[in-house]
T-cell receptor, first 116, second 112 residues
């Protein structure tokens, strides 16, 4: 299996522009997670999906952020408009269960976003 | 709410030194406990886990024991290598629909 695939790996954009991050989870995994990692705040869970349905988006920082999962093999995280404080590494992860004792979350390599 | 506290880094060691990274948790009940590792430029990957009190998780020479009485899950390795340089995350989960709660991570730097 190719693992969790994220694109792009690096994104540099200017403040105010729309940014779309993409994720392909491991085939057969029912759960998909979006995380943000910064030096100041560490690793934060933004949103997660179960069978393509958003379950908990309480970690999404504000309305500028949105996430979709149109099918089992694809998800997007969109920031519109982007701001310099959105600069971070964004990880996508997938698993068979939400977190549990018998399962592992598999992380993608991340997208490093820089907003100038 | 549930939380995980890790020792602040970076932890700087020479090759073949003994490693301990402390992790304690606060939770209502008895969660499963995990250590994830993040190598430079990569995503996190599971290193080891323990699902109940007194369980010992182990992998690649790393070990951690689930101590209910001290609510701890300290990571240890007897002899570190340069290739162990990474950020280590302690995490907990209650299973089912519960997601992972991560600590802030501890950076380990091993010099030759």
């Amino acid at each position: 299996d190719a693992g969790v695939i994220q694109s792009p790996r690096h994104e540099v954009t200017e403040m105010g522009q729309e940014v779309t991050l993409r994720c392909k989870p491991i085939s057969g995994h029912d759960y998909l997670f979006w995380y943000r990692q910064t030096m100041m705040r560490g690793l934060e869970l933004l949103i997660y999906f179960n069978n393509n349905v958003p379950i908990d988006d309480s970690g999404m920082p504000e309305d500028r952020f949105s996430a979709k999962m149109p099918n089992a093999s694809f998800s997007t995280l969109k920031i519109q408009p982007s701001e310099p404080r959105d600069s971070a590494v964004y990880f996508c992860a997938s698993s068979l269960t939400a977190g549990g004792s018998t399962d592992t979350q598999y992380f993608g390599p991340g997208t490093r976003l820089t907003v100038l | 709410g549930d939380s995980v506290t890790q020792m602040e880094g970076p932890v700087t060691l020479s090759e073949e030194a003994f490693l301990t990274i402390n992790c304690t948790y606060t939770a209502t009940g008895y969660p499963s406990l995990f250590w994830y590792v993040q190598y430079p430029g990569e995503g996190l990957q599971l290193l080891l886990k323990a699902t109940k009190a007194d369980d010992k998780g182990s992998n690649k020479g790393f070990e951690a024991t689930y101590r209910k009485e001290t609510t701890s899950f300290h990571l240890e390795k007897g002899s570190v290598q340069v290739s162990d340089s990474a950020v280590y995350f302690c995490a907990l989960s209650f299973g089912g629909y519960s997601t992972l709660t991560f600590g802030k991570g501890t950076m380990l730097l091993v010099s030759p």
